[in-house]
Every structure is written in C-alpha cells, then in structure tokens.
C-alpha cells in the first residue's frame, strides 16, 4: 500500500499549483480566481442542485468528475474559452489535456489511474446525464463567478457569452431556470454599468455560432 500511497502523494502536490494556476475571473475583492476555487464552488453546486434536478444522479460520480475535470490543468495549464477560437487551437488544447489526463493515469496505476483517466474522459464526452449536469455546472459557475466580480473585468466576449449558457442547461429544467436567473443578475449588472444589452445580441447574431 505505501508504494500506492506514494503515488497518490505525488498527485496531490502536482495539484497544489491548481490553488495559483489563474484563470480568467476575478473575485468580488479584486483577486484574481484559482482553478481550485473554481472546482470548489462547482462541487458546492452539485450538493445544493442535487435535489432539483430533474433526474436522480450519482452524487459520488459527479462530484468526482468535478474535481477531476480540471486536474489536468496542473500541467497543461488553464486556457479561456475565448482564446481557442480556431480547430487548430481547440486540437492543440485537446492534445496537451490528453497527455496530462495519460500521465496521471501512469502516475497513479492501472486501477486509480484507470478510474481517474474513465471519469476525465466522461466528463469530456458529455454522454451521461451525470456528466451533462457536471459540464453544465462548469459554465454556470463561470458566469456566476462573473457576476460576482466587478464589470470592469468582463471582455466583450464575456458579455456575449452571457446570452450563450442554454446550450449546455436546455437538457434539465433545474439547470435551465438556474441559467436564467444567472442571466438575469449578469443584465442587471451590464444596464447598470451602462452597457447596451441588444447591442450585445446584435453582435452574437452578426458571428458565427458559438459554442463555450
């Protein structure tokens, strides 16, 4: 079991620099955002959406998938969503993720590894409804986060991206009246600071389709 253990330890300090890894959000103090702050409230999200949802999940799956899902990060780094604009860019993401999530599967052994590498790829292929409700979890919490910080923080892109969560909640009416009052608090806080709401549509309309 130490040779296991070993293992495991080896892990969890490589998961430490997901406390300092940044990601492109802000508190509401200022302070830029950590993936492990990130996966914090997305977990909390999962013990308090649980009874709404329109399904009953495998609490213990999901939240392992949650946790998980970023830990490749450690190594491969977190990148915005608006930064992997072209097929090259999102293969090249998906490349450095694949290496992560099969060095991590070497590190821990062919059973936990093995366990960690099914619930990655899970979450990645969106195919269950654990790992649908998982993916929805991520981009909501993004937005909420959002909302949190100050409005000064948010490209346009962000703004626009607003308008754009129903794609991943339309599955789950829980998930999808959340998506609501999500977008709801992030429109007050743009026609508060003065930003034109139907201009940011007019723009999602004039761009090609987007996915986040």
Same mark, same amino acid.
């Given at each position: 079991?130490?040779?296991?253990?070993?293992?495991?330890?080896?892990?969890?300090?490589?998961?430490?620099?997901?406390?300092?890894?940044?990601?492109?959000?802000?508190?509401?103090?200022?302070?830029?955002? &950590?993936?492990?702050e990130?996966?914090?409230?997305? &977990?909390?999200?999962?013990?308090?959406?649980?009874?709404?949802?329109?399904?009953?999940?495998?609490?213990?799956r999901?939240?392992?998938?949650?946790?998980?899902? #970023?830990?490749?990060e450690? =190594?491969?780094g #977190?990148?915005?969503?608006?930064?992997?604009?072209?097929?090259?860019?999102?293969?090249?993401?998906?490349?450095?993720?694949? $290496?992560?999530?099969? +060095?991590? +599967?070497?590190?821990?052994?062919?059973?936990?590894?093995?366990?960690?590498?099914?619930?990655?790829?899970?979450?990645? #292929?969106?195919?269950t409804?654990? &790992?649908r /409700? @998982?993916?929805?979890?991520?981009?909501?919490? /993004?937005?909420? $986060?959002?909302?949190?910080?100050?409005? &000064?923080?948010?490209?346009?892109? =962000?703004?626009?991206? /607003?308008?754009?969560?129903? $794609?991943?909640?339309?599955? #789950?009416?829980?998930?999808?009246?959340?998506?609501?009052?999500? =977008? @709801?608090?992030?429109?007050?806080?743009?026609?508060?600071?003065?930003i034109?709401?139907?201009?940011? %549509?007019? +723009?999602?309309?004039? %761009?090609?389709?987007?996915?986040?």
């Amino acid at each position: 079991m130490k040779e296991q253990l070993r293992q495991v330890l080896e892990v969890l300090n490589l998961a430490e620099k997901l406390k300092y890894e940044l990601r492109h959000s802000w508190l509401s103090n200022g302070r830029q955002e &950590s993936v492990a702050e990130h996966t914090w409230r997305m &977990s909390l999200m999962v013990v308090l959406l649980e009874p709404y949802l329109d399904h009953e999940i495998e609490v213990a799956r999901t939240l392992k998938m949650v946790i998980i899902h #970023d830990l490749v990060e450690a =190594e491969a780094g #977190d990148v915005p969503a608006f930064e992997v604009t072209t097929p090259e860019l999102k293969e090249q993401k998906r490349q450095r993720e694949l $290496q992560a999530i099969e +060095r991590l +599967r070497t590190t821990l052994g062919n059973g936990l590894g093995q366990h960690v590498y099914e619930l990655w790829h899970e979450f990645e #292929d969106k195919l269950t409804y654990e &790992s649908r /409700v @998982a993916n929805a979890l991520d981009k909501l919490e /993004v937005r909420i $986060q959002h909302n949190n910080a100050d409005i &000064s923080t948010w490209l346009e892109v =962000e703004q626009e991206f /607003v308008f754009l969560m129903g $794609q991943h909640t339309e599955f #789950d009416a829980c998930l999808h009246q959340l998506k609501e009052l999500i =977008e @709801a608090q992030a429109v007050q806080k743009m026609e508060a600071a003065g930003i034109s709401v139907a201009a940011v %549509k007019q +723009r999602i309309i004039a %761009k090609p389709q987007a996915v986040v």
